[in-house]
């Protein structure tokens, strides 16, 4: 396999909002990240996904547009995005954007002139009902809105701002194409299409993903847009099981590259209860939940890998140990995704090892999620501590929190006042204290960037599990005609080992490890707490 770029691309995610502010104001912005184009360069990533920083009233932090053209004025402007994809191109770094078409900001032009009625042409842009069917919100509350105008229920899958578009319009269809195309000739290398399962939506029948006409829109969009023009596109799945991804990422079907499924995500949910119900964290369950991906995608379609994202708790503070152990079992987490096959994506502060933010008062929660979770569930009757542990847990604002990059005021995000409370940790935790440390999580997540560039196998070669049943090691290989990989990790903060037999340990060299040496006696690895590594045996 020769592959395209973007299989062997690492992506680094910006939350603009959040990542470096430039002119004292205390939200991030262009010019900031513009800076920063260095420091990404330094840890070799060789694609940004940049969310949204189109024109929104910013309810959703940009997940609400009103203009698609229009930049927000509190990042810059569309001279200023198309200077940092001048800079990033002269550093060899492509850019990715944030395409948000399942909805729009209620203040977008389209919404707006549609509350006029049945005879604006873009009424039935949108999606109406003479009453409220019961569709609950993401957001909580109920998805119909009521317009006391038109006597009409819009639907909003997010909050009330974000009145849903129904892609069944033809001519909305061609608006959104033109649009992407506009972004597309400014020279952006794809898109990261945000909850793109739901745009075949037949909310009368209750589908919200999947809906019956999602792949012939997602050809359709294709064809009108970046089929022929070797872009990477990645969409945004909650729904996704096995079979609908090789719908989506097999190539001879011209869909997306590849999609995002979050199944290792909802391993700490109740089953059939929401994302704030918690239940204690399975190994197993991770275990077996990576390995089904991965197997299922060896020879058909493409994964990306990720543990983070703005919407997700900082994977540390997770799977992780975030006390004693935090650079140890960050680096191991590093080194567990990035030996997988598929293009591994990180999220800005993942490579310091960032933390939650354990914000113990519910008004340092600006996440509209959080916001309406609070009101709903203490009117609900639910104990305050209780609600406080889910969003130290889960909250979205946990990922949000600026950028830490060193140990001055406002960890060096900005002059100012930051828009949100930066994380206590700073001091400790900063990008300049890691930068002087040979030894810290960020010099593992470089050198898992290099390894995959420097190993074809890393790339390419086929993933297969060993010791399944190991309750506490994750091993897996990965292979090809002429090279080994062995990637094995303790995720406990007590010893472990490998207790499936290799007589041939002593031919392994090391790419990645997170301790100072590989003990092995015979055929058995021994593993000190959250120790991990990334071997490699070349074949005679
Ligand atoms: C996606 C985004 C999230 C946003 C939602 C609605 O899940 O990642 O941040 O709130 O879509 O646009
Ligand atoms: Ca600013």
Redesign the pocket.
Known sequence: MEGKWWHSSVVYQVYPKSFQDSNGDGIGDIEGIIARVPYLKQLGIDVIWLNPVFQSPDV??G?DISDYYEVNPQYGSLADVERLFEVCRSHGIKVIMDL?V??VSDQHAWFQDALKGEESPYFDYFIWSKEDTGLKSVFGGSAWEYVPSLDLYYLHN?AVE?PDLNWENESMRQAIYDMMNFWIDKGIAGFRM??IDLIGKQPFEGIMENGPKLHDYLQEMSAATFKDKDLLTVG?TWGATLDNALLYSDPERHELSMIFQFEQIGLDEVPGKSKWDLRTLNFMQLKSVFSKWQYALNDNGWNSLFWN???LPRIVSRWGNDGEYREKSAKMLAILLHGMKGTPYIYQGEEIGMTNAYFDDFDDYLDI?AQNLIKERLANGYDKEAVLKSLQTKG?DNARTPMQWNDGAYAGFTEGTPWMKVNPNYKVINVASALEDSNSVFYTYQQLIEARKNHRVIRFGKFNEIDKENPHVFAYTRSDASEEVLVVCNFFNHKARVTTQMDDLADYEVIVHNDVEVKFEKDELFLEPYEAMMLIKYKK
Do not use: I, K, L, P
Request: proline share 0%; no cysteine.
């Open positions: 959703d932090n997940y948000v399942n909805h997010f974000q945000d909850v945004e994202n703005h919407d999620e979205r």
